[in-house]
């Protein structure tokens, strides 16, 4: 089994940045994608962002391009999102995700099969 555990949420103010870290740890060899996903208040989760955990390729939802970038640290066995130019629209928990590998979309939250508990940004105007 991956154990998932995210940190680096927090209350900022629309414009500004955060780190979001998912710290990974069992059977680490296992992840194939590892990404992020979030869900605000009264909305459907939605895909964010994926990466291959051995590197690469990066995948992003279109209203977040250009303003997060994810990546991931191999030997520390850890992943990363980072936050810019937030948004109002942003606020939402966010989910550290990773998969074995599988033929699902990389966007599909049907495909992966470990989660974090998440972490809350919130954004204020």
């Known amino acids: 089994q991956v154990q998932l555990v995210e940190s680096g949420g927090g209350l900022v103010q629309a414009g500004g940045s955060l780190r979001l870290s998912c710290a990974a740890s069992g059977r680490t060899f296992s992840i194939s994608t590892m990404g992020w996903f979030r869900q605000a208040p009264g909305k459907e989760r939605e895909f964010v962002a994926a990466?291959?955990?051995?590197?690469?390729?990066?995948h992003y939802a279109d209203s977040v391009k250009g303003r997060f970038t994810i990546s991931r640290d191999s030997a520390k066995s850890t992943g990363y999102l980072y936050l810019n130019d937030l948004k109002p629209e942003d606020t939402a928990v966010y989910y550290c995700?990773?998969?074995?590998?599988?033929?699902?979309?990389?966007?599909?939250?049907?495909?992966?099969?470990?989660w974090g508990q998440g972490t809350q940004v919130t954004v204020s105007s």
């Open positions: 995700v990773g998969r074995r590998p599988n033929s699902k979309s990389y966007s599909s939250d049907q495909g992966y099969d470990y």
């Open positions: 990466m291959a955990w051995s590197g690469g390729n990066t």
